[in-house]
């Protein structure tokens, strides 16, 4: 049986030039209640002064972290064009957020390192990020977040998108989103419980290489040759849609020590260097190979990181937050809804869904607990408080 739930979940969207609600039920809060507010929604609504008003106005004491999207994720659906709102009523819980903006720091490291030093760790469960998609290096920015996480405490999140465009990103904190910012949201107490789930579900092929010259996330060579040239060998008919048929090849990374396995998507290719420049950090001396597409793997793996995110107890929780990858998407197409379907399966009638498709997931991985830098995965944190 259910433990019974304390949280208070509201949702709302806007779709269509229309706000329509999307929950009404036993136990709704009343909006002037909630204490956090989670607004995904394609860039050029997102970015509208007058969402952000009408938001501040329903949610007047509430933080109000905004996010743009490259599809926005509610129940068991996927929009475009649309805003998912989820606002939500703690009753024996806090929460406190932090945001600074990457023009502030001379690299995304120390981005990081700031926000997760800001929150108190006194009775800190979990922290929630929400990071630009376009100007940060996710690999240092998670690297900042652990350099100062002393406690352990499960850090995940996602870096915002748009849409398939990889032009600019908006995120923002109590304020209309802007380029460049990183939100922290750290939320407190003993009745809340906080659990995460990542998993990619893609084949690797062809072989293993290693990374020889990189600076950070560009990538130059793999056993001493262009990576470039060896890349383009393997996507035969698929050369001529670059950079964006490099979502349906990523890399997978395999670092040197006990660190799991990561995967790599590409954001760029530079012609003139011969370089790719990816998602995350490529280490020197690290083994790389190719990794393709399963359609039915992508869809059962989403369904898995939903089970990885159940608690122990089995209890169904009250919010599940999904954050899964841009690649995917434009990988699935007509079938993307399924694997939002699956995950709402596993989580049951009672938990409220809500989510994006992103440039970038964060999660802890492995049996470290650390968080990471994914990309082309379905990661997803669950939320409950118990009564």
């Known amino acids: 049986m259910n433990k019974k739930q304390a949280m208070k979940i509201y949702q709302e969207q806007y779709l269509n030039n229309t706000w329509q609600e999307k929950s009404n039920g036993e136990g709704t809060p009343l909006p002037h209640h909630c204490q956090l507010v989670l607004a995904f929604g394609a860039r050029?609504?997102?970015?509208?002064?007058?969402?952000?008003?009408?938001?501040?106005?329903?949610?007047?004491?509430?933080?109000?972290?905004?996010?743009?999207?490259?599809?926005?994720?509610?129940?068991?659906?996927?929009?475009?064009?649309?805003?998912?709102?989820?606002?939500?009523?703690?009753?024996?819980s806090t929460v406190k957020c932090v945001q600074d903006t990457?023009?502030?720091?001379?690299?995304?490291?120390?981005?990081?390192?700031?926000?997760?030093?800001?929150?108190?760790?006194?009775k800190l469960k979990t922290v929630f990020v929400i990071s630009d998609g376009s100007h940060i290096n996710g690999s240092?920015?998670?690297?900042?977040?652990?350099?100062?996480?002393?406690?352990?405490?499960?850090?995940?999140?996602?870096?915002?998108?748009?849409?398939?465009?990889?032009?600019?990103?908006?995120?923002?904190?109590?304020?209309?989103?802007?380029?460049?910012n990183v939100i922290a949201v750290g939320f407190y107490g003993d009745n809340i419980t906080i659990n995460h789930g990542s998993l990619g579900g893609w084949d690797e092929f062809g072989t293993e290489r290693i990374i020889t010259h990189a600076n950070k996330n560009v990538l130059y060579e793999l056993d001493g040759k262009s990576a470039l040239t060896l890349y383009k060998e393997y996507l035969g008919d698929y050369v001529k849609d670059l950079p964006g048929?490099?979502?349906?090849?990523?890399?997978?990374?395999?670092?040197?020590?006990?660190?799991?396995?990561?995967?790599?998507?590409?954001?760029?290719?530079?012609?003139?260097?011969?370089?790719?420049?990816?998602?995350?950090?490529?280490?020197v001396g690290s083994k790389v190979r190719l990794m393709k597409a399963n359609f039915?793997?992508?869809?059962?793996?989403?369904?898995?990181?939903?089970?990885?995110?159940?608690?122990?107890?089995?209890?169904?929780?009250?919010?599940?937050?999904?954050?899964?990858?841009?690649?995917?998407?434009?990988?699935?197409?007509?079938?993307?809804?399924?694997?939002?379907?699956?995950?709402?399966?596993i989580f049951g009638t009672q938990t409220a869904v809500c989510g994006f498709y992103s440039y970038g997931e964060l999660s802890p991985?492995?049996?470290?607990?650390k968080c990471e830098l994914h990309n082309q995965?379905?990661?997803?944190?669950?939320?409950s408080e118990n009564a």
Do not use: W
């Open 365 to 369: 991985y492995g049996n470290s607990g």
């Open 296 to 345: 039915d793997k992508l869809i059962s793996a989403s369904s898995t990181a939903a089970e990885q995110s159940l608690h122990q107890n089995g209890n169904e929780p009250s919010l599940a937050i999904l954050i899964s990858c841009i690649g995917r998407k434009l990988i699935l197409q007509h079938r993307t809804e399924e694997e939002v379907e699956v995950a709402k399966e």
């Open 140 to 180: 240092e920015l998670v690297a900042g977040f652990n350099s100062k996480n002393t406690y352990g405490i499960t850090v995940s999140g996602g870096l915002a998108g748009d849409a398939a465009n990889f032009e600019k990103t908006a995120t923002g904190l109590n304020s209309v989103p802007g380029e460049g």
């Open 44 to 92: 050029q609504l997102i970015s509208d002064t007058a969402i952000y008003a009408y938001l501040k106005s329903k949610y007047p004491i509430a933080d109000i972290v905004l996010a743009s999207t490259s599809g926005e994720i509610i129940d068991d659906k996927v929009h475009d064009d649309s805003i998912v709102v989820t606002a939500i009523e703690f009753q024996h």
């Open 377 to 383: 995965t379905m990661t997803i944190t669950t939320i």
């Open 102 to 122: 990457i023009q502030n720091f001379s690299s995304s490291f120390e981005l990081g390192a700031k926000l997760m030093a800001e929150l108190s760790f006194d």
């Open 245 to 283: 048929s490099a979502l349906l090849f990523p890399l997978a990374l395999n670092q040197q020590g006990d660190t799991p396995i990561l995967v790599r998507t590409i954001l760029s290719i530079d012609e003139e260097n011969r370089s790719m420049t990816f998602a995350g950090n490529m280490p």
